[in-house]
């Protein structure tokens, strides 16, 4: 019964504080180019305005592949806060995409493709090394548990320094800052018309931008999990994080894909399997 | 709906077409993304994308050419929609009004809401056109501004 209230705390909380971030991301933005900037407020204005636009669906498919998104990224939300399996959440995490990508592919708009051919090489860039991540999880810990990263005193920050690394890499691709926003981008760039978003409309883009809330409310909290005892310091960790995609977003210049594959991949596979291998090694698992 | 009705207020999303426009008015209305005049700070934010946008800025007059896709980017921008005439070439045909291949103002398309003159219009008019609009559709929602 407790379970159940915790999950359903996380997934009534966890737009706020997504949407609340999702604000504080704009006004610092506009702060670091020297503007004024929305109120914090301001996505959930955006937010509750998409909801009373007129629905304009180019295809019913669409929105099967939009409620999965939604779906699975809050089971993937819910798998972290009731401390389950961190391998699941990271092939739900997976599914959550390829819904997506899938509803940028179930129109006939070549934008909305070239966008879901895009978020297909993004997903490829993050992937391995959020499995890496589970991964060498299991090696520190002996358990895929996210409730075994809790029981450990030591911090995972120590051992897997490199994967945190990696991690950060992961998050700017996901919260599709600056050097990698290459399937879609944010407010006031434009990326072959929205890159994959062109063709959500009205309530629907406002279903999008529900579950980004949830994204980058799931990505901070497996920022967190590296500092996981006292969980405070891992949530100053994560915010700290963020702070810092907000700096990389706005310092840097839009890259190409075949760019961010090979950045990333050169960066987070090798940190990730140097890791890795050190553990195993380490703890003569092999 | 309450809520509803008070964030169409508060977050316009604009979105800018250049029919047949000298440029004049469309660096005016890029003018008013830049730090000095800063329209993000009432939610106003540039789309690329009719499908996403809210109030329709329009500059230049209408030709032969830009009509067909004027009406086809109005048609495809949900309800409820505004649409604001930027320059006195979007408002009338300006100084091209007798051309042949120019039909004339916007309005020869499509309705027009807001009507923002001056060659070029300021980005002062420009957002205080903007605003016109908004407290138009607040009048018709009966929303407070």
């Given at each position: 019964?407790?379970?159940?209230?915790?999950?359903?705390?996380?997934?009534v909380v966890a737009p706020f504080i997504g949407g609340i971030l999702a604000g504080i991301d704009r006004k610092i933005?506009?702060?670091?180019?020297?503007?004024?900037g929305p109120p914090i407020v301001q996505p959930f204005y955006d937010f509750?305005?998409?909801?009373?636009?007129?629905?304009?669906?180019?295809?019913?498919?669409?929105?099967?592949?939009?409620?999965?998104?939604?779906?699975?990224?809050?089971?993937?939300?819910?798998?972290?806060?009731?401390?389950?399996?961190?391998?699941?959440?990271?092939?739900?995490?997976?599914?959550?995409?390829?819904?997506?990508?899938?509803?940028?592919?179930?129109?006939?708009?070549?934008?909305?493709?070239?966008?879901?051919?895009?978020?297909?090489?993004?997903?490829?860039?993050?992937?391995?090394?959020?499995?890496?991540?589970?991964?060498?999880?299991?090696?520190?810990?002996?358990?895929?548990?996210?409730?075994?990263?809790?029981?450990?005193?030591?911090?995972?920050?120590?051992?897997?320094?490199?994967?945190?690394?990696?991690?950060?890499?992961?998050?700017?691709?996901?919260?599709?800052?600056?050097?990698?926003?290459?399937?879609?981008?944010?407010?006031?760039?434009?990326?072959?018309?929205?890159?994959?978003?062109?063709?959500?409309?009205?309530?629907?883009?406002?279903?999008?931008l529900l579950?980004e809330w949830y994204?980058i409310v799931?990505?901070l909290?497996?920022?967190?999990?590296?500092?996981?005892?006292?969980?405070?310091?891992?949530i100053?960790?994560a915010l700290?994080?963020f702070v810092?995609?907000m700096?990389?977003?706005?310092?840097?210049?839009?890259?190409?894909?075949?760019?961010?594959?090979?950045?990333?991949?050169?960066?987070?596979?090798?940190?990730?399997?140097?890791?890795?291998?050190?553990?195993?090694?380490?703890?003569?698992?092999? | 709906?309450?809520?509803?009705?008070?964030?169409?207020?508060?977050?316009?999303?604009?979105?800018?077409?250049?029919?047949?426009?000298?440029?004049?008015?469309?660096?005016?209305?890029?003018?008013?993304?830049?730090?000095?005049?800063?329209?993000?700070?009432?939610?106003?934010?540039?789309?690329?994308?009719?499908?996403?946008?809210?109030?329709?800025?329009?500059?230049?007059?209408?030709?032969?050419?830009?009509?067909?896709?004027?009406?086809?980017?109005?048609?495809?921008?949900?309800?409820?929609?505004?649409?604001?005439?930027?320059?006195?070439?979007?408002?009338?045909?300006?100084?091209?009004?007798?051309?042949?291949?120019?039909?004339?103002?916007?309005?020869?398309?499509?309705?027009?809401?807001?009507?923002?003159?001056?060659?070029?219009?300021?980005?002062?008019?420009?957002?205080?056109?903007?605003?016109?609009?908004?407290?138009?559709?607040?009048?018709?929602?009966?929303?407070?501004?």
């Open positions: 019964m407790n379970q159940w209230l915790l999950a359903i705390i996380a997934v933005s506009a702060r670091l180019q020297g503007r004024w509750f305005k998409l909801l009373g636009k007129s629905k304009i669906a180019v295809s019913r498919v669409q929105l099967v592949w939009l409620y999965g998104y939604l779906f699975f990224m809050i089971t993937s939300l819910v798998l972290l806060v009731l401390q389950q399996d961190i391998l699941l959440l990271v092939f739900m995490l997976g599914f959550a995409g390829i819904c997506f990508v899938l509803a940028g592919f179930s129109c006939k708009s070549p934008y909305s493709h070239f966008g879901a051919n895009r978020e297909l090489l993004q997903m490829l860039s993050y992937e391995p090394v959020l499995l890496l991540m589970a991964l060498a999880i299991y090696a520190q810990n002996g358990s895929f548990m996210i409730s075994e990263i809790f029981k450990n005193n030591t911090p995972l920050i120590v051992p897997l320094w490199p994967i945190f690394i990696a991690l950060i890499y992961v998050l700017t691709i996901k919260l599709r800052k600056s050097p990698f926003d290459i399937s879609t981008s944010h407010h006031a760039h434009q990326e072959l018309v929205k890159g994959i978003m062109t063709e959500f409309s009205g309530p629907y883009y406002a279903l999008v579950t994204e799931l990505l909290g497996l920022v967190s999990l590296f500092w996981a005892n006292p969980l405070w310091v891992g100053i960790i700290a994080a810092l995609e700096f990389i977003d706005n310092i840097a210049a839009r890259m190409t894909a075949g760019w961010m594959v090979k950045v990333s991949w050169a960066v987070g596979l090798i940190l990730g399997v140097l890791n890795l291998a050190y553990l195993y090694l380490k703890k003569g698992v092999l | 709906m309450g809520i509803i009705h008070t964030s169409r207020i508060k977050s316009p999303w604009i979105m800018h077409f250049d029919n047949s426009s000298c440029n004049g008015c469309d660096i005016e209305v890029l003018a008013c993304l830049t730090p000095l005049y800063d329209i993000e700070r009432f939610g106003i934010v540039n789309m690329g994308n009719p499908k996403h946008a809210d109030v329709l800025v329009v500059t230049g007059a209408v030709n032969r050419r830009t009509a067909r896709v004027l009406k086809n980017l109005y048609d495809q921008i949900p309800d409820p929609k505004m649409v604001v005439a930027v320059g006195t070439c979007a408002c009338s045909g300006g100084v091209f009004h007798n051309c042949y291949n120019i039909l004339g103002g916007v309005d020869k398309v499509i309705p027009v809401d807001v009507y923002v003159p001056g060659c070029a219009a300021r980005p002062e008019a420009i957002i205080d056109g903007v605003v016109l609009a908004l407290q138009k559709l607040a009048k018709l929602q009966g929303v407070a501004i």
